[in-house]
Nanobody, 127 residues
Framework: QVQLVESGGGLVQAGGSLRLSCAASGRTFSSYAMGWFRQAPGKEREFVAA????????YYADSVKGRFTISRDNAKNRVYLQMNSLKPEDTAVYYC????????????????????WGQGTQVTVSS
């Protein structure tokens, strides 16, 4: 069982930056690949970024590649999403998710591949 709690969302102007954090409970955090998804009003939840158990493999949606960076600290049971050069279209609720995948470099981008989810944190980018 993994519990996830996101933080770090807020209101920022276009071109600005935010750093999201996700705190995970449990002693097996390093057995999970972690993902960030987002959901804008009236839209489906979409993949943003993922990182494997050790942090040496990452994958990004084309829409955020070069602007967002996912990272993790297994000693602190945390995963981060650094978001730079934010655009109004990045406005959404951002969710942290966990996929049990120990020792693997493969990463998933579908919501149904992730077993655990946080409650989400709102990111609003004004123009």
């Amino acid at each position: 069982q993994v519990q996830l709690v996101e933080s770090g969302g807020g209101l920022v102007q276009a071109g600005g930056s935010l750093r999201l954090s996700c705190a995970a409970s449990g002693r097996t955090f390093s057995s999970y690949a972690m993902g960030w998804f987002r959901q804008a009003p009236g839209k489906e939840r979409e993949f943003v970024a993922a990182i494997n158990w050790s942090g040496d493999t990452t994958y990004y949606a084309d829409s955020v590649k070069g602007r967002f960076t996912i990272s993790r600290d297994n000693a602190k049971n945390r995963v981060y999403l650094q978001m730079n050069s934010l655009k109004p279209e990045d406005t959404a609720v951002y969710y942290c998710s966990a996929d049990f995948r120990p020792g693997s470099t493969s990463l998933k981008i579908r919501t149904y591949d992730y077993e655990y989810w946080g409650q989400g944190t709102q990111v609003t980018v004004s123009s």
